[in-house]
T-cell receptor, first 115, second 114 residues
Framework: ETGVTQTPRHLVMGMTNKKSLKCEQHLGHNAMYWYKQSAKKPLELMFVYNFKEQTENNSVPSRFSPECPNSSHLFLHLHTLQPEDSALYLC??????????????FGSGTRLTVV | DQQVKQNSPSLSVQEGRISILNCDYTNSMFDYFLWYKKYPAEGPTFLISISSIKDKNEDGRFTVFLNKSAKHLSLHIVPSQPGDSAVYFCAASPLGNSGYALNFGKGTSLLVTP
């Protein structure tokens, strides 16, 4: 356990499905993030939440919809995805800017395959 | 436009020797730099960081060097061990509230051979 738990670990969904990714942290961090990791690309920031408020949406298509009901939980709702959305989706949490100098704590990720 | 660049996708080093991983950045507003290590099927884990007010930070076998004028940082691992084989990501944080978002490079895959 890294302190940040992501479920499910693997997900296969059709392009017309609706699914949700869940992230949970009990580290007392105030900021939570969604990142996308595609093959041979850098980690791409998708969304940032600070004290439950969305502070950044990095031009993410509307088929990805984040939700942060409290500082410990973060969801990513998925609908009508495309095959090119297949990737590893990583959740992270941090205390303050740059994680207070210690970076973020990442979850193990959800490996998403869109068929 | 990629602001953090790791130009070497892979590196192979013999056990016991030094591993040097390089990272370049373009944004002069970056003031905090971090290295992450990632094993397959796991999320990245924080390794070491450096603030722009320093040019070197050391933690055991790991040392990060920062050259602000060249916008370049490097991670030195000495001596390298087979367990160090992983993908290493360089990340940078800008000043101010926008520093909540880390910018990552593409990663360098390090293989340490016995």
């Amino acid at each position: 356990e890294t302190g940040v738990t992501q479920t499910p670990r693997h997900l296969v969904m059709g392009m017309t499905n609706k699914k949700s990714l869940k992230c949970e942290q009990h580290l007392g961090h105030n900021a939570m993030y969604w990142y996308k990791q595609s093959a041979k690309k850098p980690l791409e920031l998708m969304f940032v939440y600070n004290f439950k408020e969305q502070t950044e949406n990095n031009s993410v298509p509307s088929r990805f919809s984040p939700e942060c009901p409290n500082s410990s939980h973060l969801f990513l709702h998925l609908h009508t995805l495309q095959p090119e959305d297949s990737a590893l989706y990583l959740c992270a949490s941090g205390a303050g800017r740059a994680g207070g100098g210690y970076g973020y704590t990442f979850g193990s990720g959800t490996r998403l395959t869109v068929v | 436009d990629q602001q953090v660049k790791q130009n070497s996708p892979s590196l192979s080093v013999q056990e016991g020797r030094i591993s040097i991983l390089n990272c370049d950045y373009t944004n002069s507003m970056f003031d905090y730099f971090l290295w992450y290590k990632k094993y397959p099927a796991e999320g990245p884990t924080f390794l070491i960081s450096i603030s722009s007010i320093k040019d070197k930070n050391e933690d055991g076998r790991f040392t990060v060097f920062l050259n602000k004028s060249a916008k370049h940082l490097s991670l030195h691992i000495v001596p390298s061990q087979p367990g160090d084989s992983a993908v290493y990501f360089c990340a940078a944080s800008p000043l101010g509230n926008s520093g909540y978002a880390l910018n990552f490079g593409k990663g360098t895959s390090l293989l340490v051979t016995p």
